[in-house]
């Protein structure tokens, strides 16, 4: 959730969609993301749309408090049914994301899952996430979960290494991470992520080896491992402004990259998006791969955004203007794009082409075709399945993703 809202047109009042959004619908997954925007601490790197109870005292902050969100956002979720009208789709992944969403009782998580499954239905084999800080939960919290019917847990690891998590400004000690995917296996949770961050100003190889060490002994069945990126107005950017931690190394970032890779396919993990490892197909995170792929999910929640049949729109960020606009019985959101099909064709090789099924040769231009033939060539993208009609990066292709993209694109 990036705390810049894009421009956009506006919505009407009731959050209507036009109606070619639902044309083909019942061909495409559905799936909801859950926003829950509280955090205990705001971290230093972070600039995702969260708050802390300071930061919401005194701005309409009461209106969508910890204590009656769950209320709140079950809301939306009836609006989303409103809107979708009678639309069969049961809905395939549920992801509670923040924020902090471990920072609300689990019987709350459940009734807005419950929200979900009373006016949509949740198919027989749904994937339903939520993340977790590390220092949020406990065994009983974790069976509570488990009980409420969600089915897979994603923590924020970030790193074993304390002085690394201390520029990070995370709380948690090392160590917690990995008990609590032992607990959450004794809870009977099946699929469990660690969240990996690297090139945090200060870490070194040593550093990141222990983290994958660390994350790898835990035995999650999925790992995501990103590189740090300093977001412009954030503390750890004022940070490096006056020179208290030195600049993230794009250099560093590639090595880093490549040591996972070797720990983690070693170790029996294989990349199936860019940042994201898995034991196998199962252990994938099917709502990731929804958003990849172009699918349709609706993101409930301050500042959600959210995509139907090429129509996105986003909500408001701040929780009180949020839960007023539902209060007035008004959507929430902002503003929306209706996507061209010119948008929706650079998008999907954008998404798709992080896959490591690859995207589609069709979807590329002429101009797109000769840089592909030439990415080949610069073992950028993998020659067999070049043949079949696939573009799929090579290792050196995704550790130079973003120009891959830009070449495709033409």
Not at 135 to 145: G, I, M, N, Q, T
Not at 179 to 198: K, M, P, Q, S, T
Not at 230 to 254: N, S
Not at 327 to 354: K, Y
Request: with cysteine; hydrophobic share 40%.
């Amino acid at each position: 959730m990036a705390s810049v809202l894009p421009e956009g047109e506006p919505l009407p009042r009731d959050g209507a969609l036009p109606p070619s959004a639902l044309e083909g619908a019942q061909r495409r997954p559905l799936g909801f993301y859950l926003h829950v925007p509280y955090c205990a601490t705001r971290c230093g790197y972070c600039d995702f749309n969260t708050y802390t109870a300071s930061e919401l005292r005194g701005k309409g902050g009461a209106l969508a408090s910890r204590e009656n969100y769950a209320d709140v956002l079950v809301e939306e979720v009836r609006l989303a049914r409103k809107v979708l009208g009678d639309d069969p789709r049961e809905v395939s992944t549920v992801f509670v994301g923040g924020g902090t969403p471990t920072l609300l009782d689990a019987a709350d998580l459940g009734r807005m899952l419950a929200a979900v499954r009373e006016e949509f239905g949740l198919a027989a084999d749904a994937e339903v996430t939520t993340e977790a800080n590390p220092e949020s939960v406990d065994p009983r919290y974790l069976a509570d979960l488990r009980a409420q019917g969600f089915t897979r847990v994603s923590f924020g690891m970030q790193s074993a290494r304390q002085h690394v998590l201390r520029v990070l400004d995370r709380t948690h000690t090392p160590g917690r991470p990995e008990a609590c995917v032992a607990e959450a296996r004794a809870a009977g949770f099946d699929h469990v992520n660690l969240d990996l961050i690297y090139g945090t100003p200060g870490e070194s190889d040593a550093d990141w080896h222990a983290s994958l060490d660390a994350a790898i002994g835990a035995g999650p069945d999925h790992v995501s491992a990103y590189a740090l990126i300093v977001e412009e107005g954030t503390q750890l950017a004022r940070r490096i402004r006056r020179g208290e931690v030195p600049a993230t190394d794009d250099d560093e970032h590639a090595d880093r990259y490549l040591i996972a890779e070797e720990r983690l396919s070693a170790a029996g993990y294989g990349w199936y998006e860019v940042s994201n490892w898995a034991t196998g197909e199962a252990a994938r995170c099917r709502h990731n791969e929804l958003y990849w792929t172009g699918a349709d999910w609706w993101g409930a929640g301050p500042g959600a955004h959210s995509h139907v049949g090429g129509v996105r729109w986003w909500n408001a960020k701040h929780p009180g203007a949020y839960a007023q606009a539902l209060a007035e019985g008004r959507t929430p959101g902002v503003g929306r794009e209706v996507l061209t099909a010119e948008d929706r064709r650079v998008e999907r090789i954008l998404l798709e082409l992080r896959l490591s099924a690859g995207c589609p040769l069709d979807l590329l231009t002429e101009e797109g075709t000769r840089a592909a033939e030439r990415a080949v060539r610069d073992g950028l993208l993998e020659p067999a399945p070049y043949a079949e009609g696939r573009a799929v990066l090579t290792l050196r292709g995704r550790l130079l993703a973003d120009a891959v993209v830009r070449d495709l694109v033409d």
